[in-house]
DNA sequence: ATATATGATGAATATCACTCAGTGGTTAAA
DNA sequence: TTTAACCACTGAGTGATATTCATCATATAT
């Protein structure tokens, strides 16, 4: 049957003149794409109304491979989730390192998790309703991921108590929880007002931010030496550091 | 067919000895039927795990008659929500009337709120993920049984402030949003640890509390300490972005 | 007593997640 | 080159589940 041999000629041909060549490649690039395809259905329709034989056709492969890459339609779900999860951690980290002081970063933070999730939410449905309660979630990819993320929190309020621009009070685990808390039942109320916009992003997240630091420091009494004696030792750090650095340099 | 009759009649006596004796006061107790034998295993399985035969097995009907009651499973676990909201709101109404300040009844809403989402968690998962997302949730039972529920909060804030007890800061969504959002997130990581108790469930209702109450009335303060502060930050960003600098150029 | 309306039923249908017996193409050994 | 073993893949088939509908039972009205 020359035809048929032909054929196939044609199509292993085809192949190797894409991009991905050895066949570990090959696997990668249709891991990444089932991935996108199911992560396109998940923010479009939701967890329920995303069919497996959907995802398989935007993927462009059988719906029997998506069991080959996945074990499941939640396994599937939760790479998706740690996907989401790896691309916020890495813009949080790059976007907090261009922040000079503390509220700054937490601003920045607020907006951009607040921004993120709002064109997401989607996925945040997973997290709440399907990860989080099955099976052992700790040790878990998704679990694993989400602490990195809130580490990036949790940094920047450390530095900010080091640093004097917080005052260390409640619990870090009950800050971090009015933090992204507020923001999510904030995103829900958002979505609900007929024209949510960027006034109303910036007032919650001021007001936030507000809380979160100024919250802190509000129970000290008014300015006084000790503040004082705070102030000039942060200078001095700073002057350290930068000798630190002009020493290293030269 | 003898056999079936008689299980029939049986059938027939057993309904007609129960207490229920018109058609409406019949009607009206097979609803409440049915919305118990769900919400039981709603809070049991969730959603996605509780089926319509279950259900109907556990309310005594067949699994047609769901169907005469409620359009789809999704307008049933709505019905449980509501009816979860109205409890809810019920008992937070008299608790609050019981306490004398704004803080004993901040105090109590938040940690009535946050006992009740932990016993009944599986029921706000439906909250999130399946009702406010599909259709037209304004003018829906739950979107009324919300509101009604935070207008007991809305109403001690407002009370408060004009007692005076309370500073009038933000917009009062973005106080609601703090108040609820910091409690259902609360709720996810108590659940996690492993022995949350209720000395968790206390810490975070005080923080919350503190935030609310007095983290508004942080603005006043003398000016000149202010500035000092100020100054001293831009010193300290300055030298960060010094530092970044060398960073970069090394 | 009969007719009508109301309520209830569960077998049948459609849709979906998931499985498995089989195919084809690739690599390494003979 | 030929052969064999392996790997990735396929899609028709299976079972579970939400939903429908033709039919039956009971209560109410005439």
């Avoid at 607040?114 to 309703?129: F, M, V």
């Avoid at 007002?193 to 979160?212: G, M, P, Q, T, Y």
């Amino acid at each position: 049957m020359p035809v048929q041999k032909k054929s196939r000629i044609v199509k292993a041909r085809l192949r190797q003149s894409s991009p991905a060549a050895t066949r570990r490649e090959r696997v990668q690039s249709k891991e990444d794409a089932i991935i996108a395809a199911a992560h396109k259905s998940l923010v479009a329709r939701g967890f329920a109304k995303t069919t497996m034989s959907q995802i398989a056709r935007n993927a462009g492969v059988a719906e029997g491979t998506l069991y080959l890459y996945f074990s499941n339609k939640n396994a599937l779900a939760r790479a998706v989730v740690a996907a989401f999860y790896y691309r916020l951690t890495e813009t949080a980290k790059t976007g907090v390192a261009k922040c000079a002081t503390t509220r700054q970063k937490l601003e920045f933070l607020a907006r951009h998790h607040l921004e993120n999730i709002i064109g997401e939410r989607r996925l945040l449905e997973l997290i709440a309703s399907d990860v989080r309660n099955t099976q052992a979630y700790e040790g878990s990819d998704i679990y694993k991921m989400n602490r990195e993320y809130v580490a990036v929190f949790d940094d920047v309020m450390r530095d900010g108590v080091w640093r004097g621009e917080i005052e260390d009070g409640a619990a870090q685990w009950i800050k971090r929880d009015i933090f992204f808390g507020s923001l999510e039942y904030a995103m829900r109320t958002l979505l609900m007002k007929k024209r949510s916009n960027k006034k109303d992003i910036a007032a919650v997240v001021a007001e936030l931010v507000k809380l979160i630091i100024g919250g802190s420091s509000a129970r000290a009494k008014p300015v006084s030496d000790r503040d004082l004696i705070k102030a000039v030792e942060r200078v001095d750090a700073a002057a350290s550091r930068l000798e630190r650095l002009s020493a290293v340099k030269m």
